[in-house]
């Protein structure tokens, strides 16, 4: 579980701060205009007297000092236990089954086990109705540790993509396993508490407390988290597939950001985890629907970071001049203890294959990364070819301007940047469908249907394969 008494202790007093801030350069200031004693020409500099108004000035030192306070500890979660990962030894291998007594799960599960520490993965529903997983065991008397979430299968932008997962949390005793290496047999009741099934082989205690956690209401800042959600609502946000369900799902039409560390900051020496953010175009991801800090992994300087993760075609329409912006944000701890928070900025183009580049973090550490595209062979329809990023910008706000709808879904022009040798930006057309994603590849037939849609619209249109394919 997450700890973060200390932080809530530093953002109280900078509130504090800010209100005595406010209530010296604000409050008494509109008070002495009330009674005459001042005039608005007078809140800074006192004529008359010849002096400058010191308690103003203080006072907006103490508001600007109590919000970079603020800012600064959520951000960096200062003070924060990060949620997981810990260095309980593993004894060896056993079976955990589980299922639910309410309205059964159909779909499967993401399991990320954090206690001992083992990688993500999927997990799946057995004809039996139970989730029949092989686990690693900790020694006894020691500590199990995991999340669980539903599977998600597709990209979708909404207000409530974050998902409450549930805990699994026991501590091994001292019973023998059986034969059958089932170490414990458990049922997921509706409130999400869970208790041992009725052939239990006894071989855990369940932790005390409640078994999930109130993961939406995590703060008034969402700093370290989603650095800029603009939208009202902290739950705002696309929720997407993890990168080993796009794989095993043979999904295509996808990217893989591959990054890697090439000479990491000498303050990172000490980390040995980290976890991730993700946003593009300002818009916050959730992997699964998890917040970023519940997906902790293991970290070591000499290895340096490695970390991949895969991107659908999300709401992606080329604005930035043909590009996307990927902000991502690494956080590294030792153990309990906060190390740095690195943000990097990552130039995307969508549904394209991006040789290896570096980038700088402000830091100093550096980075290489790339972009594999995941091709699914379809075609484009291209609208126009224009020389430059103005003209992009402003064919693009044409079409969108013209409101046309195509099968029930919104027609929008995608600005594509210049490719290799072609030194033209494009324009293709493409649709918004109802999870908000952004489609611009078809199959032949549909690209032949939506042509002639296009066509029949006094668009000139025209197709081509994919440069990348």
Known sequence: METCVVKWIIIGIATLISLTGLYLSVYREIRNIQRGDKDIQSIIYDKDKGVFNFSFAIGLVLIVAGLYTIIYSEKNNIGCNPVGITTVKAEKEARILFKFDHNPQSGDLRLSQKSPVRKDRNIIKQPSGYFDENIDVPAKDANYFALLTPLVISSTLSESAIAAPIEICFKRNNKNLGDDLVLAKLIIGQDKFIKPDEDDPECIDLCDQKQTSNLISFSLFSGAYAQTNTVTGINYGWSVPNLQ???????????????????LSPLLKEANLFYYS??????????????????????????????????????????????????????????????????????????????????????GSKFKWSVQFISNREKQLFVASVANAKQASA??????????????????????????????????????????????????????????????QNHTTWERQLRDN
Not at 245 to 261: A, D, M, N
Not at 280 to 300: A, E, H, Q
């Open 245 to 263: 369900t796009l794989r095993e799902r043979k999904q295509t039409g996808y990217s893989i950001i591959h990054l890697r560390g090439i000479s």
């Open 395 to 456: 064919s693009k706000k044409q079409i969108d301007s013209k409101q046309l709808v195509y099968k029930g879904n919104k027609v929008i022009a995608i600005i594509r940047p210049p490719y290799k040798r072609n030194l033209h930006f494009g324009i293709c057309a493409g649709v918004v469908l109802p999870n908000n994603q952004v489609q611009f590849t078809f199959n032949t037939r549909d690209a032949q249907e939506f042509k002639n849609y296009l066509t029949s």
């Open 278 to 363: 993700v946003e593009v175009n300002g818009t916050p991801i959730y992997f699964d629907g998890m917040l970023p800090k519940y997906l902790m992994k293991p970290f070591s300087y000499q290895d340096s970071l490695k970390l991949d993760f895969g991107l659908e075609n999300l709401g992606f329409s080329g604005k930035n001049q043909g590009y996307e912006k990927i902000n991502i944000r690494i956080i590294f701890f030792r153990d309990a203890k906060f190390i740095k928070s690195i943000p990097l900025s990552l130039d995307y183009v969508a549904l394209r294959n991006s040789d290896m580049q570096e980038t700088t973090s402000t830091e």
